[in-house]
């Protein structure tokens, strides 16, 4: 298979033979051209933390065993990427510069904003009944979930537990006051916007309320005139942690991706591989 850089026997860089031979001059175009965009493209400053990782990390491909079968040329070249940015921290920040350009923007499709933000907070929970303590309760609720102890109504939490309601991650709270009892179960959907918005649906055991984030249900053994005054205290809870994890998810702005910077360079690494792959 032909390079794809053709220099070599009777090729040349010499201008009388680029004026003759359009291969050669416009092989050269494009290499002039492809430096320039490494020139011109903004990127955004690594830390020595990440640079040391983009460099373990292309160390780690160029040592992969050699598969039996299957191409083997962008193998070849992260060994030579690695050779060649492996001995100074400047040669890995041209490695940088140089990925964050050829990686472009990512494929569509995958899932971004709150749809993303829901996905990451499902993921923080496990679904086998182990229980939560304050300290994890307290990350879930930076990072979308309610977790309501009911405090104002004098009670406090007693046991949290991870479990899976109807397919879904959810966490079960177990609250008491001393001489009763409250579970509250907070569901997220995997879909967020799906469902009915701030509706509450009661039966004569149970009081769920659900928004476009999350579902809420709540139980408890107090006398019928108490146990609704936890009502309007779970739709306040519900409601903020819904537009909280809204606000902070920030609107996607025209051609911007907002991919990870260290995924953009690991495919920037992969692409570049592939240059070099006859």
Request: hydrophobic share 40%; charged share 20%; with cysteine.
């Amino acid at each position: 298979m032909r390079s794809q850089f053709p220099f070599g026997g009777k090729h040349q860089r010499s201008g009388s033979h680029l004026e003759a031979c359009q291969e050669c001059a416009a092989t050269v175009r494009r290499e002039r051209q492809y430096l320039e965009r490494l020139r011109q493209a903004p990127v955004p400053p690594a830390s020595e933390d990440l640079t040391a990782r983009l460099l373990a990390r292309t160390h780690e491909l160029a040592a992969q065993p050699e598969a039996p079968a299957g191409p083997t040329g962008s193998r070849m070249a992260a060994r030579a990427l690695a050779f060649t940015a492996g001995g100074t921290m400047a040669a890995a920040g041209v490695l940088a510069v140089g990925a964050f350009t050829a990686a472009g923007d990512p494929v569509a499709g995958e899932p971004s904003g709150t749809e993303a933000a829901f996905s990451h907070v499902s993921s923080q929970s496990p679904t086998d009944g182990r229980p939560l303590d304050p300290a994890q309760l307290a990350s879930l609720r930076s990072e979308g979930w309610a977790c309501p102890e009911l405090q104002a109504m004098g009670f406090h939490l007693e046991a949290a537990r991870a479990v899976l309601v109807e397919g879904q991650p959810a966490v079960e709270l177990r609250l008491t006051d001393g001489a009763h009892h409250a579970t509250v179960t907070e569901q997220h959907p995997s879909k967020p916007g799906a469902g009915t918005s701030q509706a509450w649906s009661l039966t004569p055991a149970s009081a769920t309320y659900r928004t476009a984030g999350l579902t809420i249900t709540y139980r408890s053994d107090l006398p019928a005139a108490r146990a609704d005054d936890a009502l309007p205290i779970l739709k306040n809870v519900a409601d903020a942690a819904t537009e909280g994890v809204a606000a902070s998810v920030p609107e996607p702005s025209a051609g911007k991706s907002g991919e990870p910077l260290e995924s953009r360079l690991e495919r920037g690494i992969s692409k570049i591989a592939a240059l070099f792959t006859p």
